[in-house]
């Protein structure tokens, strides 16, 4: 797996902008109680912090499955697609079993020219390489050779790319409901509606909330700049505000869902409604695993012409119309927009994945690496790294995106700024964020929860009820503001958070910065854990038969030269720890043989290794785990 990062400039971001404090703290709006439970506090207007842990795929309740393997294909000369087209309509032919899977289909090692779009366009289906490095005897990389006109994107998992506000999640207009709760506040999952009788508990129901002129005005038409005073570009768009969930339990007119709402609802602004969805088109169960789609270049990678872009691929993985699905370990390259993209997708999880290098003119529509375009909702990103983008991580489906959440990710050399990137983006959570900025020159802001008023024709306000936790940008500032009815966040980060932007806005809120030891350290992790356990949201060592496989991030990190991996086993098995380098090498092997069910700490001493970035590798019969570490000697 490529990852490079630079360790000399995080050794100057940490003298730079290196915390203050080494204690113990936690924030006012956000804490661990006495009970031990996770207590918020909202402000006047009733914004909170929401709960952000519903994210990924099934909302996080499992770990995503190991699927066996049942069919395989080999590289052949030539153009591959066909081959590989036909082996993934072969398996999408076997029946679903009782857990609504098919089998995996493995692509063995070595180089795939493949000229058209892949298609993984059935349920059940996963898609498996044998590795994701540069080599080609150990590791699967698909080469893509086509060009923008016939290979728009490599790979596209789902029931298709399209989908756009108006049409995503369709159902029967007859079928609307009224909610006629007065607001149904940010976090929330409750609410009434006029009459609950033709639901139920089970039934897959669109929450809309309609762009109204009352509700333009709230926001002071999305605070893009306008001569009058009462119309604005926003006017002019579609902008519902929908969510995709499910009914988890019906008293009476109370309604509640699965996960909550990203923005408040206020019925005196606007009429929102529910319905039942049809599920047109939806796929679930897909995932892509273990392997390296590299977008063929023709004038090298440095190149910046803007007829290259016309040369290769835009997007090498495309997520559309799909629910509960995953991509892991996967390194994407060379693409001129995105490398990893959603649309009309809910309960996502993207884990140690890749997107970097790509191939552009370095402006908009461009550069997207983590890309969640219209209609993403419920996205977990995990330990992926971005480099050269201009927006690393970001939103770009405007109203209908929310719930995303990038944790422990990080981005070098970028262009621009991680953000909500336009019109209402909404619940987005950037936590342990890291930004490596080799090129603060073309970006003074490397995170932005902020007013970007009449950028793009009028993106405005482009995130709202969103959160940067415990981030780090070094030299490089995050732009942090407050919207009309809204709040955004920036706790415990530790470089420059100012509410200064591009365009007007009142600074949000912001605790603690640049002071270390904020607890928990993750928001994620700890939301994950109390809605998993039901008891507290500290983070923990877990019960003394842990219920799951997991790899826990190294402490301390980065480090020098000694550092610690905490490990558990759910049960009796094979487990394997290994060390290796940015390059794929194994370097070091911790741990190789049987072990009994439990919870491991596993020193290192790298004292004979030189500084860099290194990825630990935790692999069981059914289990492999990754986390990235930095030695800055």
Known sequence: MLRFLFVVT????????????????QSKIVRTGPAGKLEYVADKEGNRIPDFSYAGYKNGSVPIPAITVMDSVSPIAGDN???????????????????????????????????GTLLLNASGVVLRGVGEG?????????????????????????????????????????????????????????????????????????????????WLRAIDFGGVPNDTGTSSYWAGQSLPIPYNRFITALTGATITIDAPVFTTIVRSLSQSY???????????????????????????????????????????????????????????????????????????????????????????????????????????????????????????????????????????????SSEGHRLWSQGMLYDNYVDVNTKVSLSSYVLGLYNRGNYGSGHGWAAVHSVAWNCTTGVSRIILQKPP???????????????????TGVQGYIEGTSVSGLTPTSLYKAQLAERLSGTTGVERSGPPTPERVSLEQNYPNPFNPATNFEFRLSNFGFVTLRIFDVLGRGVATLVNEMRPAGVYTIPWDASSFPSGVYFCRLQTERWTETKKLVLAK
């Open 274 to 416: 529910i319905y039942k969805t049809n599920r047109s088109g939806i796929l679930t169960n897909i995932g892509i695993e273990n392997l390296r789609i590299d977008i063929v270049n023709p004038y090298g990678q440095a190149s910046t012409v803007d007829g290259d872009e016309n040369h290769h691929a835009q997007d090498a993985i495309w997520l559309g119309k799909i629910e509960d699905a995953w991509v892991r370990h996967c390194t994407t390259l060379h693409f001129v927009q995105s490398g990893f993209k959603t649309s009309v997708a809910t309960r996502v999880t993207v884990d140690s994945c890749t997107a970097i290098d790509p191939i552009s003119i370095i402006t908009g529509e461009r550069r997207y690496n983590f890309n969640t375009y219209t209609a993403s909702q419920l996205i977990l990103f995990s330990n992926c790294y971005a480099r050269y983008a201009r927006h690393a991580c970001v939103s770009n489906g405007t109203s209908s995106v929310s719930g995303i959440v990038f944790y422990n990710c990080t981005s070098e050399g970028s262009f621009n």
């Open 134 to 214: 540069s080599d080609t005897l150990s590791n699967t990389i698909i080469y893509a050779t086509g060009d923008s006109a016939h290979q728009p994107t490599v790979l596209i998992a789902g029931g298709g790319n399209s989908g756009s506000n108006s049409s995503a999640w369709s159902g029967s207009l007859t079928s609307n409901v009224n909610i006629i709760s007065d607001s149904v506040h940010v976090g929330d999952r409750t609410f009434q509606v006029t009459d609950a009788g033709p639901f139920a508990v089970g039934d897959n129901i669109i929450i809309l909330h309609p762009k109204t002129t009352a």
């Open 485 to 503: 009815t809204a709040q955004n966040y920036a706790i415990g980060c530790v470089g420059v958070v100012t509410g200064a932007g591009p365009f």
């Open 10 to 25: 995080l050794m100057i971001v940490s003298l730079v902008a290196g915390p203050l404090s080494a204690q113990t703290w």
């Open 81 to 115: 697609t066909s081959s590989i087209q036909t082996a993934i309509n072969r398996v999408a032919s076997r029946p679903l079993d009782v857990n609504g899977f098919r089998c995996a289909l493995l692509l063995k090692a070595g180089k795939y020219r493949v000229s």
